[in-house]
């Protein structure tokens, strides 16, 4: 089956992020295909480009990262949930006239309107909240 | 199988009040959109959510631009049908009269149905 997730809790602060990265490494081990993970409410936090977590716990960014390069998940973080808190990509940053980027490589901003169409589109949409 | 098709409702569950987090705006804010796609969208008030539908509301203290403004344009986009779960109502000593939309009251036991009639389901 096709699967989208959502993923609403920051990383670190709650397992939300931490329990969809086991659930998409169970699904995809069980021959199913991980297509989209959106990231919205404080779960735009995973998308961090300058995270540096503890050296002996698992690299959260960099798992999502993982998953983008090895299964082709399209990794989508909501631009307003993103914005007003930080998260921001090159271009977003010049057209408000600030200095550096935020954003992960790999993660790419957008709308809401692409959680709806990923509810529609997939076969399942699993939601790991707070 | 798809999550949904065109004949099916989405569901917005709103589940937080207003001001203390950005849940319930998030959550309109997904529907709204839902909605703008052309989808059919019911949402329910469940918890602390039915707080969101308190008549006379006001903007937070916070500086936060509130979400009873946003409740109001609900009908705008075709968002009619409002569920509130009558028990969340009634223990926050609420009634329908407290309430700034006209609403469907639903019984706890009715909830089942509701969530299994619609899909997808989105959880604020």
């Known amino acids: ?55 002996d716990e698992p690299h959260l960014i960099e798992a999502w990262q993982r998953l983008h390069h090895e299964q082709g998940t399209a990794l989508l973080v909501c631009v307003a949930a993103a914005l007003k808190r930080g998260v921001i990509d090159e271009r977003e940053s010049r057209r408000h006239g600030m200095q550096g980027h935020s954003l992960a490589a790999s993660f790419e901003l957008t709308g809401v309107g692409q959680l709806v169409e990923a509810a529609m589109t997939h076969d399942r949409l699993v939601t790991f909240s707070p | 199988m798809n999550n949904a098709d065109s004949s099916t409702a989405m569901l917005v569950v709103l589940r937080h009040a207003p001001h203390g987090s950005s849940w319930l705006r998030e959550g309109l804010d997904v529907a709204l959109v839902g909605a703008a796609f052309g989808q059919s969208v019911s949402l329910l008030f469940l918890g602390d959510g039915v707080q969101a539908l308190i008549k006379g509301q006001q903007k937070g203290a916070l500086g936060q631009k509130g979400t009873h403004p946003t409740l109001d344009m609900l009908a705008m986009y075709d968002i009619d049908t409002l569920l509130v779960d009558a028990d969340s109502l009634a223990q926050r000593g609420l009634a329908e009269d407290d309430l700034q939309l006209p609403v469907t009251l639903i019984a706890s036991s009715q909830l089942l149905r509701v969530f299994s009639r619609h899909a997808p389901v989105f959880n604020f």
């Open chain 1, 1 to 55: 089956m096709r699967y989208a997730l959502l993923v609403q809790g920051a990383p670190y602060s709650h397992q939300a992020a931490h329990s969809a990265l086991r659930f998409a490494s169970a699904l995809i081990d069980r021959g199913h295909r991980l297509e989209t993970v959106f990231f919205y409410h404080d779960g735009v936090y995973n998308a961090q480009r300058l995270a540096a977590p503890p050296q």
